[in-house]
């Protein structure tokens, strides 16, 4: 069984930065791809972010181009999600997620996505 925990998460104020921090384990992290979604009350879930079991592919939503970076460290199993210049509009319950199966395309869907980590919130002041 997958499992992911995800870390970092905070008040903060509009500008700053925060990193987020998925654990995984439970199956070959370095054959996974790995997304960030999140979701806002009253929202959807959407994506934020995906990354490439290699790490060589790296996708961002348009709202958060720019500003944040995904990545990944195969040998610590553990996917990041370094957000700058944060806005009040990221306010929001961050997800780490992957599919269910082993595959090496990041889900950008929530139908993709197999397992889900429990969230982290993240809240940016004005």
């Known amino acids: 069984q997958v499992q992911l925990v995800e870390s970092g998460g905070g008040l903060v104020q509009a500008g700053a930065s925060l990193r987020l921090s998925c654990a995984a384990s439970g199956r070959t992290f370095s054959r996974s791809a790995m997304s960030w979604f999140r979701q806002a009350p009253g929202k959807e879930r959407e994506f934020v972010a995906g990354i490439s079991a290699s790490g060589g592919r790296r996708d961002y939503a348009d709202s958060v181009k720019g500003r944040f970076t995904i990545s990944r460290d195969n040998g610590r199993n553990t996917v990041y999600l370094q957000m700058n210049s944060l806005k009040p509009e990221d306010t929001a319950v961050y997800f780490c997620?992957?599919?269910?199966?082993?595959?090496?395309?990041?889900?950008?869907?929530?139908?993709?996505?197999?397992?889900w980590g429990q969230g982290t919130q993240v809240t940016v002041s004005s």
């Open positions: 997620a992957t599919r269910r199966e082993v595959y090496p395309v990041p889900a950008k869907s929530v139908s993709e996505v197999g397992f």
